[in-house]
């Protein structure tokens, strides 16, 4: 299915936002099944299976927080009246995972090998922080959004639709 179903009957962001994130989640067990197994995989088949994680991250993750960056802040933002303010820190967490994201890669593509105690790390670091952000945006974000007009939901289910990597299934 595609990210932000804009077409839903009645538009409710939260609920979209939801089903995205449990879109996401169980590929965070991927992570960290792979960090367990880190040291037992031979190289051809850990590099494989980096390359699969890497690419649900530039292609799950980083579209994911690029159009809560573009579109959700902005609305939550102005929702607390506190311009910047409210959503800094979720900003961070998105910049945090971006960089954990390009380590990651470098661990994979290391000349002498891969990097296997950095790629353990890394994948158990992503792991923790993305159900973390995901449950604060859950529990703190999503009650919000009720207080939205039916005009402003379908708006910003539109606009986290319009962001490039927006609809990325």
């Known amino acids: ?26 590929h965070l067990d ?20 980096l390359d ?9 993750i980083l579209p994911h927080a690029a159009a809560e960056e573009q579109a959700l802040y902005p609305e939550v933002d102005s929702l607390l009246r506190a311009a910047g303010g409210a959503t800094a820190t979720m900003s961070m967490d998105h910049q945090e995972i971006g960089r954990l994201v390009a380590e990651l890669a470098a661990a994979q593509a290391r000349a002498g090998g891969v990097d296997r105690e950095g790629a353990r790390r890394l994948l158990y670091s992503l792991e923790a922080i993305l159900r973390l952000h995901f449950s604060k945006e859950t529990e703190v974000y999503l009650p919000l959004l009720q207080r939205l007009s039916g005009r402003e939901a379908a708006a910003l289910l539109e606009a986290l639709g319009a962001v490039p990597g927006g609809h990325h299934h």
């Open 52 to 60: 699969e994680i890497l690419g649900f991250l530039r292609e799950g």
């Open 1 to 26: 299915g595609a990210a932000w179903p804009a077409s839903e009957a009645a538009a409710d962001p939260g609920a979209a936002i939801d089903a995205e994130h449990a879109e996401l989640l169980p």
């Open 30 to 49: 991927h992570l960290r099944q792979l960090a367990a197994r880190v040291d037992e995989i031979d190289e051809p088949t850990l590099r494989s299976a």
